[in-house]
């Protein structure tokens, strides 16, 4: 047996980053993933041949590009830990510049019209992340999600239900899987958004492509949520997108042109415009009933 110093060393040694190895020996030692400093205090301590066995497995998985939230089945969001698989994206960090700004929004809102309640929907919520975080710092709202994907939904109902979070959980096709004519506060979506032919493609492999590529532009979805979307937004309703780190631009455009105002950008963590939105300034009746893909789930 050796020691956890020297299973880190080794696997280090073997291609892994830092951070990585420490995850996994914590996950085979049944630790939680933010005890980096117990690793410190225990050095010393012997890793067990089955635990080592386990990191011999988890390596060879990991060299092969597969995220280590999938290794692990946890990745932390917001300060909510998540249970995570093949059947949603590993959230990121930088989608919390999307929560912290929904939030910013929520809080205006709160403060102008009190006696509504807030609604909100969360479109492609795939683990829950957005959702969950939304409905963890703001208890009082009415809080949507929405996934085409029968499998993420799964995922996010079980987050909800591990994490105590009421959220409302439907399956269809962005607003479309939504019954009646409820207009919300805010719209929120983290959507596919890679080009289809996009490079990138290839490092992402053992994630659904379904919940990344969307078109020749990687627009075709946020072309859909922006035509959708002011038919089922409030008055002062706002619609906010994550996008490409080259799309900010293009998805502006497409914002005014479907009658969005004070239509700006936030940058995310490394200082991209990651995510951009806009005000709907007057809500607009429905053109035709909205066609409900399945029954709501929770």
Known sequence: MSSIADTLAALQAQGLDRLDAQLLVLHVLQRAPHDRAWLLAHDTDLVPATAQDQLQTLLSRRLNG?????????????????????????????????????????????????????????????????????????????????????????????NAQRLALDVRFSQGSWLSALEGGNKFDVIV???????????????????????????????????????QAPERLKSGGWLLLEHGYDHAIAVRA????????????????????????????????????????KLDVR
């Not at 280590?68 to 959230?91: N, Q």
């Not at 992340?129 to 499998?151: C, G, N, Q, T, Y």
């Open 66 to 158: 597969e995220p280590v939230a999938y290794l692990t089945g946890h990745k932390e969001f917001y300060g909510l830990d998540l249970r995570v698989d093949h059947r949603v994206l590993v959230p990121r960090p930088d989608t919390e510049t999307l929560v912290d700004w929904a939030l910013e929004v929520l809080d205006t809102r709160t403060t102008k019209d009190a006696s509504q309640p807030t609604s909100v929907v969360d479109l492609g919520t795939g683990s829950g992340a957005i959702a969950l975080a939304l409905k963890h710092a703001r208890p009082e709202l009415l809080m949507h999600a929405v996934d085409f994907s029968d499998d993420a939904l799964a995922v996010a109902a079980m």
């Open 189 to 227: 979506s983290n959507p596919p958004y890679i080009a289809a032919q996009d490079h990138h493609l290839a490092s992402l492999k053992h994630e659904p492509l379904q919940a990344l590529a969307s078109g020749v532009d990687g627009l075709d979805d946020i072309r859909s949520i922006i035509t």
């Open 254 to 293: 497409l914002l005014e042109s479907a009658g969005f105002a004070a239509v700006q950008s936030r940058r995310d963590l490394a200082g991209i415009e990651r995510c951009s939105g806009g005000c709907l300034l007057k809500a607009i009746a429905p053109k035709s009933p909205v066609q409900v893909t």
